[in-house]
């Protein structure tokens, strides 16, 4: 049976045997796993495998971003690895988003394809630098806009915008939103950051969390006390 989480725990590490071992504290039933490109530039394909062995439904994060049959091919290989989500940058553009689902489709295994809009490690004055003279919010909206009218699933954006995003984009596009913190823990790189209870009030369909679990002393009891957490409040 699927898994009914909301929760994504992001494993960040560099080696297998680092990944696994937090994998086995954690209950596929309770949260799905992130690979992200620290992990699957050292471990490969080999680490999805192993955690499909164990059970757990994969979001492959590698953000491609390159030209539309480039970043087709390689989502059409994600989607032939059986992972649950992929995802590329959607300032990628119109006509790679659009590439790259028909190459998801074409896979058949069911993967959903969605795409960054603004990293959540950014705020306004990163965005002045680029030359890009707008609040987060503004180019969240465009670029969801954008990723929604290409086909894809859903977009990765912080839990911040859901509010707004969720009723212009409706219930089947997903909201992504890592940056979640729960109280008391670091902030870190992150700029746009929610607890997880106020981000699932926001509207958020997962949450992707990870050095609040994955790099706590117990990541069991990490990932409890955030599903509490959502209890509580529902
Ligand atoms: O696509 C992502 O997953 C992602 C997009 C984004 O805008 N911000 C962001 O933090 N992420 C990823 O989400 C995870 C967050 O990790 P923590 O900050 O440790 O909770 C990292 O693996 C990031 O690569």
Same mark, same amino acid.
């Given at each position: 049976m699927a898994c009914q989480s909301p929760i994504i725990v992001a494993l960040d590490f560099q080696y297998r045997e680092q990944a696994l071992e937090v994998a086995d504290q954690l209950d596929p039933a309770k949260c799905r796993i992130k690979v992200g490109k620290e992990l699957f530039t050292r471990e490969g394909p080999s680490i999805i495998k192993a955690l499909h062995q164990k059970r757990f439904e994969v979001f492959l994060d590698l953000k491609f971003h390159d030209i539309p049959n480039t970043v087709a091919k390689a989502c059409g290989v994600a989607a032939d690895l059986g992972v649950w989500m992929v995802n590329v940058h959607a300032s990628g553009g119109r006509r790679m988003m659009e590439a790259a689902r028909k190459a998801v489709d074409q896979a058949g295994t069911g993967t959903q394809l969605i795409a960054v809009t603004v990293l959540t490690s950014m705020e306004r004055s990163d965005l002045t630098e680029l030359? $890009?003279? $707008?609040e987060p919010i503004d180019q969240v909206k465009r670029l969801a806009q954008l990723t929604k009218d290409s086909g894809l699933h859903g977009v990765v954006c912080s839990a911040q915008e859901a509010p707004i995003l969720k009723p212009m984009f409706g219930a089947d596009f997903s909201l992504v939103t890592p940056g979640i913190r729960p109280v008391g823990s670091e902030a870190g790189d992150q700029r746009r950051v929610m607890t997880p209870p106020d981000a699932v009030a926001a509207g958020v369909d997962y949450m992707v969390i990870g050095r609040p679990i994955a790099q706590a002393s117990n990541p069991r009891v990490a990932l409890d006390n955030v599903l509490k957490s959502l209890a509580a409040q529902a």
């Amino acid at each position: 049976m699927a898994c009914q989480s909301p929760i994504i725990v992001a494993l960040d590490f560099q080696y297998r045997e680092q990944a696994l071992e937090v994998a086995d504290q954690l209950d596929p039933a309770k949260c799905r796993i992130k690979v992200g490109k620290e992990l699957f530039t050292r471990e490969g394909p080999s680490i999805i495998k192993a955690l499909h062995q164990k059970r757990f439904e994969v979001f492959l994060d590698l953000k491609f971003h390159d030209i539309p049959n480039t970043v087709a091919k390689a989502c059409g290989v994600a989607a032939d690895l059986g992972v649950w989500m992929v995802n590329v940058h959607a300032s990628g553009g119109r006509r790679m988003m659009e590439a790259a689902r028909k190459a998801v489709d074409q896979a058949g295994t069911g993967t959903q394809l969605i795409a960054v809009t603004v990293l959540t490690s950014m705020e306004r004055s990163d965005l002045t630098e680029l030359g $890009l003279d $707008l609040e987060p919010i503004d180019q969240v909206k465009r670029l969801a806009q954008l990723t929604k009218d290409s086909g894809l699933h859903g977009v990765v954006c912080s839990a911040q915008e859901a509010p707004i995003l969720k009723p212009m984009f409706g219930a089947d596009f997903s909201l992504v939103t890592p940056g979640i913190r729960p109280v008391g823990s670091e902030a870190g790189d992150q700029r746009r950051v929610m607890t997880p209870p106020d981000a699932v009030a926001a509207g958020v369909d997962y949450m992707v969390i990870g050095r609040p679990i994955a790099q706590a002393s117990n990541p069991r009891v990490a990932l409890d006390n955030v599903l509490k957490s959502l209890a509580a409040q529902a």
